[in-house]
């Protein structure tokens, strides 16, 4: 069946570093892909979305490019912020009936002043 | 515009008891889906909604049962309550053949 694996966390970084979250799937078909971030005490937002191989997600500062020959979906962001520290999911999900989100376990990152 | 909403945000029940939580979707959304989040991991899908009906289910027992109005608010029941089904419970929302779900804030189910 279909799946997501993300990297172990917990991730820990100081304010204006760069952030790499590695996230891979298994899919029997073509998925979109999806990071969503859950800030403490939240529910999960969305954040980005690739439809397509080779498509980039991007939005406040974050971007993932769908990788289809090394089934990847990385997040990065070139300077975090304190404001960024939140638990963030990669996850897959089809178009019409079978539209079911499979998330990952998630990451939690943590970002110091 | 209210966003997904879900009620209660907490709740405490005892083994072999019975729950039943609610999920009102953001506003032109015809379609919920409801996951379990354990602690420390992924949301995991138990089921989703369309129409007033249950149209796709993940790998939950028969004791996790839901239903959707007219009104497209839906309900999740879990009978016969493990410790093991404490978890946070999502709704999301999402328009039919759209790529985004929006998700409400949960409900912290603690079972003892």
């Known amino acids: 069946g279909d799946s997501v694996t993300q990297m172990e966390g917990p991730v820990t970084l100081s304010e204006e570093a760069f952030l790499t979250i590695n996230c891979t799937y298994t899919a029997t078909g073509y998925p979109s892909l999806f990071w969503y971030v859950q800030y403490p005490g939240e529910g999960l937002q969305l954040l980005l979305k690739a439809t397509k191989a080779d498509d980039k997600g991007s939005n406040k500062g974050f971007e993932a490019t769908y990788r289809k020959e090394t089934t990847s979906f990385h997040l990065e962001k070139g300077s975090v912020q304190v404001s960024d520290s939140a638990v963030y999911f990669c996850?897959?999900?089809?178009?019409?009936?079978?539209?079911?989100?499979?998330f990952g376990k998630g990451i939690t990152l943590s970002v110091r002043p | 515009d209210a966003g997904v909403t879900q009620s209660p945000t907490h709740l405490i029940k005892t083994r072999g008891q019975q729950v039943t939580l609610r999920c009102s979707p953001k506003s032109g959304h015809d379609t919920v889906s409801w996951y379990q989040q354990a602690l420390g991991q992924g949301p995991q899908f138990i089921f989703q909604y369309y129409e007033e009906e249950e149209r796709q289910r993940g790998n939950f027992p028969d004791r996790f049962s839901g239903h959707q109005f007219p009104n497209y608010s839906s309900e999740l029941n879990v009978n016969a309550l493990l410790l093991g089904d404490s978890a946070l419970y999502l709704c999301?929302?999402?328009?039919?053949?759209?790529?985004?779900?929006?998700f409400g804030p949960g409900t912290r189910l603690t079972v003892t």
């Open positions: 996850a897959l999900r089809y178009t019409g009936a079978n539209s079911k989100l499979t």
């Open positions: 999301a929302s999402s328009f039919e053949g759209s790529y985004e779900q929006y």
